[in-house]
């Protein structure tokens, strides 16, 4: 019994890559997906923004209150807070931030339904029907995913900027002008692409990995249940893993 | 109204890809909205410089370094960058690597071409100025701040002799004042007549510099020559920079001495006022010291003129 | 015409089907028996390639459904119509979108068409006025009889139901044994029938393979089930309370 438990994650990888294959070939079949494209995109992407845009402000606002904390100091210039700030929120948190939020928000909603889908045998009834059900049910997802989590990465990164900028101002640790221009000093181009690139890769691994455990869910409600924990813990680490190795691999 | 979901998700894609364009380019110090030219500079080095660093003309930002990359064919650093498009780049500017890579605070400075030349045509070479003055600076100011420390330490060592021997009482050294007194006045009333020969000097410089300039617009290969001998220029500026060196650290073996009591200035310190002077004195230095502790780029930049002249 | 020949399916440890080979005849009814977990569902699945076996074949019309391309096989389930046990509805649309949903996926009907052709199979299972709801507001017959709507709605020539009377009261079962029975009655529609509710079997089949012991225990027709003598099969049909007396059956098959 030993060795199933060594090859059950390696055959588990096996069915994912095979899944995702079969979604690719059902790329082309657009008729199948587009209307659901735009349905998925509403509520993976729009229907997110807010809870992506208050979790960018916020963390803007404390990384900004808690490196002035820390850099209190006369032989530094304030307007290095902003030199801190900035890259921080475009390199890291924005994309982070908007990614662990997501995993719960998007990759439990995408699991939840799709197990459902899957113990009460819609799947099976779109299948029965002579539908391709990943064309219909996997691939506007995973495609909402791509396209729908820059944009949550720019409205994390931007709004986080401004309240990092408001806090300061406001709150009376660097004008807002100095803010900026420690900000432009270190400001390289690369790093919002960077982001950008960090949101593509969260957003897919995010929706595929929901997708993957919810079409595979067995075993009733409790099945749906274990399906959908699984998807958002999973995607967290596997989030984690995806920003380190783009971290080495890229910098 | 109901909105399509098609239209929700194009109208967030166009706004975040707005937002992302914009808050790019205003990172990068550029117009949102006008358009830029973009040029390339070769250089033997880099440092300091990253792409995004601004170029600027007169001290005014006006556009930002692209791309650097190795240019292994020409053995030297290929700059790309770019600038608004109102500014115009004539035959005859260049363009120069300026500020301190220690503080991270490092530009391009785009010096413009007497106007009315041929304009430089976009996606051609600005040709570069390495061997700058202020560069050279920078690369030493580490050391000279070395040097000052030590000065000011010792300094600091002599002055506390001073006091401790100033606590005994005793006359001498009011005639030593009065003479210092008088001589202060003496130079005072020089240095009124020598402000006027100053002022005159400072204007033949003016018309020196003018007909310099004359020179430079008429002759282009006198130039290559004054160049040359800026560069000798240089070489001896270098070589007096060491000899300042050599000269402080003889400083330093003649405060050295003093503070072991040795000399005239052991038997100068029994006035009190003298005393007091010199506390009013060590404030200013102090207050003086504390800005520089704030503000070092301020002075750096003082520094920089003066080594000029 | 559908042949199974020699599925082996197994799941894991667990064997489910070993060596089972049936063939149904075009416009038949065949209900398909056994107790609760004894392999029904697996092999009703097997029919329209929703699982594959893991030997053996399975013959649709003449095709290998396990050897063509997923598009071809596609193209075959369309000749199903297929009633879940659940229902299976979708419960992300409405009972109109249910059951315009194959209608606007594979016929070139117009929307107008469509909506007629939505009222007309919901009166065909004696259901109206119900097309804004949700299929969580409806009940477990009513449930039923939308699946049942939307399984017809591409007019298929194989019709499986999959325990379509369990957890229903009888009065309502009934309803769904005579509406199968009416679907049935069509020229050129096969049905094939799971089930372990004896009286649908004798209210609607014609033909009844038994399943026991992963395996076709017994083949046969109505009358020839009352007479056999296999003990496994009498056990099973005499444990149904509905043994006695002659069903009702007033339509000819």
């Known amino acids: 019994m030993l060795d199933r438990r060594f090859l059950a994650p390696i055959e588990a990888l096996g069915q994912y890559v095979l899944l995702l294959t079969k979604a690719f070939q059902s790329l082309n079949e657009v008729s199948i997906y587009r209307k659901n494209l735009f349905k998925q995109m509403v509520a993976i992407g729009i ?46 948190l924005g994309a982070v931030v908007t990614g662990f939020i997501l995993a719960g928000r998007v990759g439990a909603r995408i699991a939840a339904e799709l197990g459902t889908m899957r113990v009460t045998e819609q799947i099976d009834a779109l299948e029965a029907m002579g539908l391709n059900s990943i064309g219909y049910l ?93 998807a958002a813990v999973l995607s967290c680490v596997y989030i984690l893993f995806a920003n380190l190795a783009l971290a080495i691999l890229i910098l | 109204m109901k909105y399509s979901d098609e239209l929700k998700v194009g109208i967030a894609l166009v706004v975040a890809a707005l937002l992302f364009i914009l808050g790019l380019r205003y990172f990068q110090d550029l117009p949102l909205f006008d358009t830029t030219d973009g040029y390339y500079t070769l250089m033997d080095n880099a440092a300091g410089l990253s792409a995004g660093s601004a170029v600027r003309v007169s001290g005014v930002p006006v556009g930002a370094v692209r791309r650097i990359r190795y240019a292994p064919d020409a053995r030297q650093v290929r700059i790309d960058f770019y600038v608004e498009k109102s500014v115009d780049i004539p035959e005859g500017s260049h363009i120069a690597i300026t500020g301190l890579s220690q503080l991270g605070d490092v530009k391009m400075d785009l010096t413009l071409g007497p106007a009315g030349r041929d304009l430089i045509a976009q996606g051609e070479q600005v040709p570069s ?181 | 015409m559908i042949e199974v020949r020699n599925i082996d399916k197994s799941f894991g ?41 893991d030997r053996g074949e399975v013959i649709v019309d003449g095709v290998d459904i396990n050897a063509v391309s997923y598009g071809e096989l596609r193209q075959l389930r369309r000749k199903f119509g297929m009633l879940f046990q659940g229902g299976a509805l979708f419960d992300s649309m409405s009972v109109f979108d249910n059951l315009a949903f194959p ?73 769904i044994n005579d509406l199968i029975r009416s679907l049935s009655s069509r020229s050129n529609v096969t049905s094939i029938v799971v089930t372990h509710d004896m009286h649908s079997v004798l209210t609607i089949a014609d033909r009844a393979a038994f399943i026991h012991d992963c395996d076709i225990h017994w083949v046969g027709t109505i009358e020839e089930m009352h007479r056999a003598d296999d003990p496994t099969l009498s056990a099973f049909v005499r444990a149904s309370e509905y043994q006695v007396g002659a069903p009702d059956r007033t339509a000819s098959p």
């Open chain 1, 47 to 92: 229907e997110s923004i807010p809870i992506v845009a208050l979790a960018g402000l916020f963390s803007g606002a404390v990384l900004t209150v808690q490196t002035a904390y820390q850099l209190e100091s006369p032989f530094i210039p304030q307007s290095i807070i902003g030199s801190i700030v900035v890259p921080s929120m475009v390199l890291e």
């Open chain 1, 138 to 230: 996997i691939v506007p997802r995973v495609l909402a995913g791509v396209f729908m989590f820059p944009v949550l990465y720019i409205t994390a990164t931007g709004v986080g900027i401004a309240g990092g900028v408001g806090v300061a101002h406001y709150g009376d640790f660097l004008s807002a002008g100095e803010f900026v221009a420690g900000a432009r000093q270190f400001f390289s181009p690369f790093d919002p692409m960077f982001g950008l690139l960090k949101a593509f890769v969260f957003g897919f691994i995010i929706t595929s990995v929901a997708c993957y455990k919810g079409y595979y869910t067995g075993g009733g409600a409790e099945g749906v249940g274990r399906s959908t924990t699984e």
């Open chain 2, 129 to 309: 100025q390495e061997e700058d003055l202020f560069g050279d600076l920078a690369e030493r100011a580490p050391t000279l701040f070395n040097r000052a420390d030590t000065v000011l330490v010792g300094l600091d060592r002599v002055l506390s002799g001073v006091s401790r021997q100033l606590e005994q009482p005793d006359s001498d050294l009011r005639r030593t004042l009065q003479s210092l007194e008088e001589t202060s006045t003496t130079v005072d009333r020089l240095l009124e007549t020598e402000q006027q020969r100053l002022a005159a000097t400072l204007d033949s410089v003016a018309v020196l510099t003018e007909s310099l300039n004359r020179l430079v617009d008429t002759g282009e290969e006198n130039l290559d020559l004054t160049l040359e001998d800026t560069r000798q220029l240089i070489g001896r500026l270098d070589r007096n920079l060491d000899s300042v060196e050599s000269s402080t650290d003889r400083l330093d073996a003649i405060l050295t001495k003093v503070e072991n009591g040795e000399g005239t200035l052991g038997l100068l310190v029994n006035d009190p006022t003298l005393y007091h002077r010199m506390d009013s004195t060590l404030t200013r230095v102090n207050t003086l010291v504390e800005d520089f502790q704030e503000n070092p780029r301020r002075y750096l930049q003082e520094l920089k003129l003066v080594e000029i002249f």
């Open chain 3, 13 to 53: 440890p667990l064997e489910v089907l070993k060596q089972v080979s049936i063939t149904i005849e075009d416009e038949e009814t065949l209900a398909i028996i056994g107790r609760s977990g004894s392999g029904k569902s697996v092999l009703m699945k097997h029919l329209m390639g929703l699982i594959t076996p």
């Open chain 3, 103 to 175: 209608l606007r996926t594979f016929s070139e009907l117009s929307e107008e068409e469509i909506t007629a052709k939505v009222e007309e199979n919901l009166k065909e299972v004696q259901l109206e006025g119900v097309e804004d709801k949700n299929p969580a507001e409806l009940s477990g017959g009513m449930k039923k009889r939308v699946a049942l709507a939307r399984a017809i709605a591409l007019t298929p020539q194989y019709i499986i139901y999959d325990e379509p009377t369990s957890g229903l009261d009888p009065e309502t079962s009934n309803t």
